[in-house]
């Protein structure tokens, strides 16, 4: 047995993506952490342990240019190219070399956290020491540190340690929620088990265990789907224990989902009712993936109305979109539908003030135990949005060490410096501008060999019967001035047609109606021109409206134009029993589009956009467009100054679609292992005059930042960025160029 005291600037407790995220954060930013994890592996239930989807503020494509940057943002990328077939084990090694990637953090695994030693009175407690117990090295671990970040998920650094926490439901009242209940209890989301099958080509059986549920009896097969290609996560609805406590109970709860989980395989390979002869099973899982429980107490309480609402907050460090997702407690056995989703209408912040402890000065939280209601948590809990928060905490502890603050200055006086460190990071944040002083780039002109100044989709892959309302998403930078639509008409016509201005900068639904028009539509095939005109005095989003009619077709594009997308209306089916619920909007031809010429020139693609502002869409998308490559082979964006600039560092953001709907283990599948519109070669050049030096070059790139740091500081007037080539984009893109002296 060995004794042993590590001594940190951070302790991380937890190693799902929260805390990953957390420790990756604090030590991109030279801080000394220790990382947790009491499994042999990381990532929670995102592990080959339990197999959750990874999912976000992209809530499965209802929202639109909504996928997470930052660190969370890396992952999902990296593992689009590594793992496209959606391997658990790869999102495993992808996780475990991101950690060991980084120098400043020591990795435990198979660590538990047994004792918590903590004083100060109930409102001011202060962690000293945490102990814990490597098993299978019959280690006894003391860790020592001047923060300490709980992710665990069951809020077990923090319940040791006397933090203020929730459990069940709040009622209705504490909040003014209309989703919690009128009394409160103390159900809440139950835990899950997962199984995956696999086709071995020759007949095989299954003889059913004992203790398997008989799922008929239950009457299962009626009120959820039950197909035999089903796997993994697509059995997300086989939870149970939201009645129990789903920690003290978890042994428990694990043989009742195990049963159920053979009871099902019993149904699918035994009951004649489906063609399962070949199949086996592959996996099934031996730890409860849980939801839900203690949800700590910070300075803010996130609730329903921060989420639906979509409040501005000053001190914003990430953004979720999930819908409110609340499952009935009785889980598997309930006879109501198995979840229910009341989606904000885009994406919501996220408060710093909602990830610090209110009575443990020392103490942050990320993941699902964050300052939440039961009701708001229903959307936070979901992981893409725990690594945000993870992300978000990191920095915010490393912050506090260097600036020798608590942890409540940086939501208020220091809140610009909390900023300027998420934006540095390219964190997953809404409506910040890049205006940190120390960037150069700020300070520089900027030129470009050539910019898209059109916006059109004019090679067409097919009619589409207008069949139902469509929407098309288009940037007012300055203005719209009118737009032609590729109709198909039967016979002479008219398209009816509306434009809308959307509510918010990251929503993309029609709210405020700018003007309607009805245009004559001639028989055949035309061009039909909508005289739609609006100036909203800084760049928007409007969305144009085109009303069902029968007979006219419009035609699907072979390819989106860069910051457009295509919704289509659907109607609330008779049956939908939670009417908030219904979302009318949803995407449509992701990627295509439908074939459509802005009338006059568009500004959203200028140089200039590579300077300071947004680095993710947010009232536009926010980038510079080339001119596509077939006319400017190798376009160029240049940062010029009138006197010279000592350079060190170059942050070159590219675009890598946040458009896109990534996910770990593909609950859908995006054919790109690289995203198209990422720069794939590129060099970046020091230009005096006549002389020019190339200080880097980027090749076979498949990542949205690319860090340059020089060896030793460069003075120049001109930094250029020459784009080489592309993943498949027509045209480069470009975000953001930063550039620091130090």
């Not at 930013?29 to 042999?40: D, I, M, T």
Request: net charge negative; glycine share 8%.
């Amino acid at each position: 047995m060995i004794d042993e005291t590590l001594r940190t600037d951070i302790a991380v407790l937890g190693g799902g993506l929260a805390g990953i995220c957390a420790a990756v954060a604090a030590a991109r930013r030279g801080r000394r952490v220790v990382l947790v994890q009491n499994r042999p592996v990381l990532g929670g239930n995102s592990s080959s342990e339990v197999r959750v989807w990874v999912c976000g503020a992209t809530a499965h494509g209802i929202h639109l240019f909504a996928r997470e940057t930052g660190i969370m943002g890396e992952l999902f990328v990296e593992n689009q190219f590594r793992n496209p077939e959606g391997n658990p084990y790869y999102w495993d090694l992808l996780l475990l070399e991101t950690v060991r990637a980084e120098p400043n953090i020591t990795l435990l695994l198979n660590t538990e956290i047994t004792e918590v030693e903590a004083d100060g009175p109930a409102d001011a407690r202060v962690v000293r020491r945490v102990h814990g117990w490597t098993s299978g090295s019959e280690r006894r671990v003391t860790l020592e540190a001047p923060t300490f970040i709980d992710c665990t998920g069951d809020g077990l650094l923090g319940a040791l340690a006397g933090a203020q926490h929730m459990t069940g439901r709040e009622p209705r009242e504490q909040f003014g929620e209309s989703w919690a209940p009128e009394v409160p209890d103390q159900n809440m989301l139950g835990s899950t088990i997962l199984f995956y099958a696999k086709d071995t080509g020759v007949p095989s059986k299954f003889v059913t265990p004992a203790f398997a549920v008989d799922v008929a009896a239950a009457g299962i097969p009626e009120h959820r789907v039950i197909r035999q290609d089903m796997n993994g996560c697509a059995f997300w609805w086989i939870e149970w224990g939201g009645e129990l406590d789903v920690v003290h109970d978890n042994e428990r709860i694990r043989d009742e989902l195990q049963g159920v989980c053979y009871g099902l395989w019993d149904h699918i390979k035994n009951s004649g009712e489906f063609d399962a002869e070949t199949l086996t099973l592959e996996w099934v899982g031996a730890v409860p993936g849980k939801r839900e429980y203690r949800r700590f107490v910070g300075e803010k309480v996130l609730t329903q109305a921060d989420v639906l609402e979509q409040p501005e907050v000053e001190d914003r460090i990430g953004f979720g979109g999930w819908s409110i997702d609340l499952h009935p407690p009785g889980g598997v056995y309930a006879t109501e539908p198995g979840s229910r989703h009341w989606h904000p209408d885009g994406n919501y912040h996220l408060p710093l003030r909602s990830l610090f402890s209110a009575n443990v000065e020392n103490m942050w939280m990320a993941g699902r135990n964050i300052s939440a209601s039961h009701v708001a948590f229903g959307s936070t809990r979901v992981m893409a949005t725990c690594a945000v928060l993870g992300e978000a905490a990191g920095i915010g502890a490393a912050l506090t060490q260097e600036l020798g603050v608590p942890a409540a200055a940086l939501a208020h006086e220091e809140v610009v410096t909390l900023r300027r460190a998420m934006l540095r990071a390219d964190a997953s944040v809404l409506g910040i501008e890049q205006d940190d002083p120390a960037d150069l780039a700020l300070q520089a002109e900027v030129r470009s060999s050539s910019v898209l100044d059109s916006l059109a989709s004019t090679r067409r892959r097919g009619p589409l019967p207008l069949e139902h309302d469509l929407a098309l998403v288009l940037p007012a930078d300055p203005a719209i001035d009118g737009v032609d639509v590729l109709v198909d008409a039967e016979r002479p016509s008219e398209l009816r047609a509306a434009l809308h201005a959307t509510s918010k900068p990251q929503n993309y639904l029609p709210a405020e109606l700018v003007e309607e028009v009805t245009a004559p539509v001639p028989a055949g095939r035309s061009w039909v021109h909508l005289p739609l005109a609006w100036a909203p005095g800084g760049a928007r989003n409007g969305v144009l409206v085109l009303h069902a009619a029968a007979g006219l077709s419009l035609h699907e594009g072979e390819a989106a134009a860069p910051g457009t997308v295509t919704l289509i209306h659907r109607d609330m089916p008779e049956a939908e029993r939670y009417t908030e619920q219904w979302r009318p909007w949803k995407e449509t031809l992701h990627g295509t589009g439908i074939c459509f010429r802005l009338s006059g020139l568009t500004a959203a693609f200028r140089a200039e956009q590579v300077r300071g502002g947004y680095a993710r869409p947010y009232g536009g998308p926010n980038l510079w467009a080339s001119a596509p490559t077939a006319e400017d082979p190798q376009p160029w964006v240049e940062l010029a100054w009138e006197q010279a600039r000592q350079v060190r560092q170059v942050d070159v953001i590219l675009d890598d679609d946040v458009n896109e709907d990534l996910i770990n283990l593909h609950h859908h599948r995006t054919a790109a292992e690289v995203m198209p519109t990422l720069v794939r070669s590129a060099r970046l050049e020091a230009h005096d005059g006549g002389d020019v030096r190339v200080l880097a070059r980027l090749e076979d790139n498949r990542r949205r930042r690319w860090s340059v740091r020089l060896d030793e500081a460069v003075a120049t007037r001109a930094l250029r960025l020459v784009v080489e080539d592309t993943n498949g984009a027509p045209s480069a893109h470009v975000v953001n160029l930063r550039v620091y002296a130090d």
